[in-house]
């Protein structure tokens, strides 16, 4: 596991907890702490396997990867199009409330196109722990 990669994933999961602390402000007070928790418990444990796998590997491993432009960019306006039609029929229904949530869902699901554009498919494991935090 290269460096590079192991500051990227420790700054995504600093951001997912970020993003999950945002998102749970709006949630009843006797739930939002106990939700937090679990939050940065999940955000610990992939920090804490990350840098784990990076100190028990005996050398770093640095491999290209493949990056498949029409797919990375299909997955962006997809999510931007998913986001801006939820937004709208949301606020359209009547269901402010459940804007953020709609959104961090879209953002999370698309993390999964983006590895497929990126790394072929790859890390699914890793998109899945990123997605929970």
């Keep these: 596991m290269q460096h590079g990669v192991v500051v ?3 700054i995504t999961t600093c951001f997912g907890l970020v993003w999950a602390i945002a998102g749970l402000q709006g949630v009843p007070s006797r739930w939002r702490a106990s939700l937090i928790g679990i939050a940065v418990l ?3 444990l992939i920090g804490t396997g990350v840098l784990w796998r990076l100190r028990s590997s005996s050398h770093l491993v640095s491999r290209s990867g493949t990056f498949n432009g029409a797919i990375y960019w299909s997955v962006v306006v997809f999510e931007a199009i998913a986001i ?3 937004v709208f029929a949301l ?3 009547g269901l402010k409330d459940y804007v953020m949530p709609a ?3 879209i953002v999370g699901v698309h ?3 983006l590895a497929r554009a990126i790394s072929g498919g790859r890390g699914f494991t890793g998109l899945v722990l990123l997605c929970a935090s």
């Design 8 to 10: 990227g994933v420790l």
């Design 42 to 44: 999940v955000s610990a």
């Design 84 to 86: 801006l039609g939820t």
């Design 91 to 93: 606020r359209w229904m």
């Design 103 to 105: 959104i961090a869902f």
């Design 111 to 113: 993390f999964f196109g």
